[in-house]
């Protein structure tokens, strides 16, 4: 149920998305 809470934490987690799929 976490969307977009706002700027910094949609970005957060696009990036810890991106990281766990690089790993």
Do not use: A, E, P, W
């Not at 934490?9 to 690089?22: E, P, T």
């Amino acid at each position: 149920m976490s969307r977009v809470i706002n700027n910094r934490g949609y970005v957060s987690d696009l990036n810890k998305r991106k990281v766990l799929g690089i790993i």
